[in-house]
T-cell receptor, first 115, second 113 residues
Framework: DAGITQSPRHKVTETGTPVTLRCHQT?????MYWYRQDPGHGLRLIHY???????DKGEVSDGYSVSRSKTEDFLLTLESATSSQTSVYFC??????????????FGEGSRLTVL | AQSVTQLDSQVPVFEEAPVELRCNYS??????LFWYVQYPNQGLQLLLK??????LVESINGFEAEFNKSQTSFHLRKPSVHISDTAEYFC???????????FGKGTMLLVSP
């Protein structure tokens, strides 16, 4: 199994509070991704990173920010959580996006509930 | 832009029956295609992929998928399913690795005895 650790695995918070989810990898992969999974929507990309301090937006980036100060860590922050951000969040990594196999390795997910 | 349509949100089958999970994609360029599987309370893992070459690709646990360019499809099949195949299956597309993966909404395969 790819070495990907997400924390926390479960979190319940209140509307308006800040939340940070952490993804830590031990594979030294260049690309890291944050997805959210919701019933009826499948997986949707929030943000991704293609190197330290290099990030870009996905299709559902509003309300989220990310940071990557080290190769192994990719943080997802909800500055002011809303109930619509209740979801399961998955971190994924890949060795290369361009002309590579395209295979993503996923963490086990972080379940966030915003009351 | 690319997109993926999984035509069935849920597919119930009996053990040892054949199954087909349908996937259609749209893209203006050549693509890479993938099937991922998600077992309960776990992350996704790659089941099989089409990059180039033979249009029929197989997984180690008996699934296969065929890339059909004219019909823009990448349907997943298994001739005889097991209870342990119960999971959610996601089809995904990439424009030859130059973009991030776009996932379909998933098909829940429910295998009963």
């Amino acid at each position: 199994d790819a070495g990907i650790t997400q924390s926390p695995r479960h979190k319940v918070t209140e509307t308006g509070t800040p939340v940070t989810l952490r993804c830590h990898q031990t594979e030294n992969h260049r690309y890291m991704y944050w997805y959210r999974q919701d019933p009826g929507h499948g997986l949707r990309l929030i943000h991704y990173s293609y190197g330290v301090k290099d990030t870009d937006k996905g299709e559902v980036s509003d309300g989220y920010s990310v940071s990557r100060s080290k190769t192994e860590d990719f943080l997802l922050t909800l500055e002011s959580a809303t109930s619509s951000q209740t979801s399961v969040y998955f971190c994924a990594i890949s060795e290369t996006r361009d002309r590579g196999t395209g295979e993503l390795f996923f963490g086990e997910g972080s379940r966030l509930t915003v009351l | 832009a690319q997109s993926v349509t999984q035509l069935d949100s849920q597919v119930p089958v009996f053990e040892e029956a054949p199954v087909e999970l349908r996937c259609n994609y749209s893209s203006s360029v050549s693509v890479y295609l993938f099937w991922y599987v998600q077992y309960p309370n776990q992350g996704l893992q790659l089941l099989l992929k089409y990059l180039s070459g033979s249009t029929l690709v197989e997984s180690i646990n008996g699934f296969e998928a065929e890339f059909n360019k004219s019909q823009t499809s990448f349907h997943l099949r298994k001739p005889s399913v097991h209870i342990s195949d119960t999971a959610e299956y996601f089809c995904a597309v990439s424009d030859r690795g130059y973009s991030t993966l776009t996932f379909g909404k998933g098909t829940m395969l429910l295998v009963s005895p």
